[in-house]
């Protein structure tokens, strides 16, 4: 169940790679009101240019006059074009490369593009020829309205990302060989240092080969920086790779291979030591990883960036220390969390005042039939009356389990 396909070969009229500094790109803009791409005659890749430039302005950090803008466009026909858009750095800058995919459509001789995370590409890719049947799922969850809230400021205006939007279920593994230990050499940080969101996490170490977290659709953004495209509205990024996959679309499955980790820089930024640098994406925006779970293991913030830890059950690892990838955690299942303790009890009913059927150990997995009312009890995540029944017809205390949910994962019984 391992492994990449590349596409299926495609007709792909005019391959092309536009890099623009980032002044160069600020001339191309349209005057005040205009959409992207209202200059007539415009190609898609000044389009796009537009676009991206001002997708960087309203991201948390400023996009800088030396920053270039990369467009590639890799499939184009019958007036659509679709590619990868970067806003790339100086390879050593502190600040790392910023990326969307990109859909481009041809309106009467103006070309007017879309980046995903927003409500116009996943319009866009419903209609385009050029997006593939196991494409399409996966970009309507990339509307920019799916863990969104009312507020303001946020990419795209008039709203601001609800992180999670209280569920924190991923179905991802560690971005490592499942089944073996790898380094988490630094916690939750942002994609370009320090700044918030804490989307980021750096792993090296082990067989130091690097693979996806969960299926899906993978992008080359550039040498170095692979991007999967996962359901729920989520993407992963992998950069600083060595020897990465090339591909445009093409489908992978959990733990495919991606890359080694490495140092690349090519689209800017800095490695200082071969590591991979994964950030976890929804609907086209960096989100904070605390309260996630990856390979079984819930990540945590630390006082500062590049602190923090991750807990498998009871057990908890600081950064710096290692982590074992035991593989995705369902979305019907749940990791059990004695806080503190060797094990919980398994009951006959949902509460204490039904007979014992046998226990689960600190840190095993468990997978969540149904929820009911029952006995309240406090654990590590507070104090709660709701009790799971379990696949073997069993129930524990939702006190004493990691769901990612703070309510019945799989419906009321």
Known sequence: MFGWRRPEARRITGITTAVLTLAGALSLAAPAGAAAGDRQGAGPEAAVAERLVERGRAGAEAAAAHDTTRVNITRGAGGWAFGTAVLATEPGSERMPRGWLFLAEREGGTWRAALEGEERFAELSRRSPLVEPEEKPLFAGLDGRQGRAPGGG?????????????????GMALPTTVGASTVMTSGPHGWSGSAAPWSSLDFAGGDEVVRAARQGTAYTMCRGWIRVVHDRGYATDYYHLWNNINTDGGWVNTGAFLGYTGTDVTCGGAAYGRHVHFGLIQNGSYIPLA????????????????????????????AGGTLYNYGALGLNQAVVDANGGGHVNKRTGPGTGHAIAGSAADGATVTVSCSASGTSHTGRYGTTSLWNRLSDGT???????????????????
Do not use: F
Request: proline share 3%.
């Open 154 to 170: 946020g990419p795209g205006g008039g709203e601001v990302v609800a992180y999670g939007a209280g569920d924190y279920r991923t």
């Open 291 to 318: 309260g996630h779970n990856l390979g079984k293991w819930v990540i945590y913030n630390g006082s500062a960036a590049y602190q923090g830890s991750a807990m498998h059950g009871s057990r908890r690892v600081n």
């Open 395 to 413: 129930w524990v205390s939702d006190a004493y389990v990691w769901s990612g949910v703070n309510g019945p994962v799989s419906g009321w019984c």
